[in-house]
């Protein structure tokens, strides 16, 4: 088969203990899925769960132990993270129930939802797609894959994540409003999981603004911490 360009290289995250790589396929991303962040962005209560998109060549793989650098993006005046648990597809399929969905699961990852937030607060204002806030190039930051067996009780897990060393956001993975199971649920009835798709669950509370310069770590309990700075 020949092609009128060379296609672009397949996009993949490092997996602990491992040489070989996690190839991403699709990255879903769930809105709204911790309570006291539903209520900073002006929401409450348990509403139904909704799903966005970003490309994979949005995700920027970040090896353990090194400090990734990411481009504070254009257009932009109010660039905020988004620190979430991110679920590693190993086994696709449709219409998966809750009760099955963990024998889908890969294994787990932390990684960074980066939002231009004036321009994502716009296109709701207008009633548009979120793209432009959440789709752009370098928006999906995501550390190591930790195979499944290896993560311990990750639905007690805390997720934590500090700018320039001071906290922003702590909580636990046991405070998402839709949990892991029930996601992959809601998610497979929508679309049809397959091997390589990634799953980003949702952030808690304490999002804020970044700017160039700044440095963010953050980690989920049980699996390889994620460290970015802006430039």
């Known amino acids: 088969m020949s092609f009128v360009f060379d296609p672009a290289p397949a996009v993949s995250v490092p997996v602990v203990g491992s040489a070989a790589r996690f190839p991403v396929r699709r990255v879903y991303c769930v809105g709204r899925n911790y309570e006291e962040h539903a209520k900073e962005m002006g929401f409450t209560g348990r ?3 909704f799903f966005f998109l970003k490309p994979a060549d949005a995700v920027v793989p970040v ?29 696709g399929g449709r219409d998966i129930k809750a009760a099955d969905a963990f024998k889908h699961i890969y294994g787990y990852a932390v990684g960074l939802d980066m939002t231009r937030r004036d321009l ?3 296109m709701k204002k207008q009633g548009r797609p979120w793209c432009i806030g ?5 928006s999906a930051p995501i550390g190591p ?12 897990a805390e997720i934590w994540l500090q700018v320039n060393g001071a906290d922003r956001q702590r909580s636990q993975v046991s405070k998402l ?24 669950t949702g952030t808690p509370e304490g999002v804020a603004a970044v700017v160039p310069g700044d440095t963010l770590e953050g980690g989920v309990a049980g699996l390889e911490t994620i460290k970015v700075t802006i430039s």
Not at 70 to 89: D, R
Not at 184 to 194: D, G, K, V, Y
């Open 47 to 49: 509403e139904p769960p």
């Open 63 to 91: 090896d353990a132990g090194t400090n990734a650098r990411i481009a504070y993006p254009s257009l932009t005046k109010n660039l905020h993270h988004e620190i979430e648990l991110v679920v590693a597809i190993g086994t």
């Open 120 to 122: 994502q607060n716009d």
């Open 134 to 138: 959440k789709a752009f190039e370098q």
């Open 145 to 156: 894959i930790t195979p499944a067996a290896q993560a311990g009780d990750i639905e007690k």
């Open 177 to 200: 409003i839709w949990n892991i199971a029930e996601t992959i649920e809601h998610l497979s009835a929508a679309w049809e999981l397959q091997p390589g798709d990634l799953i980003m």
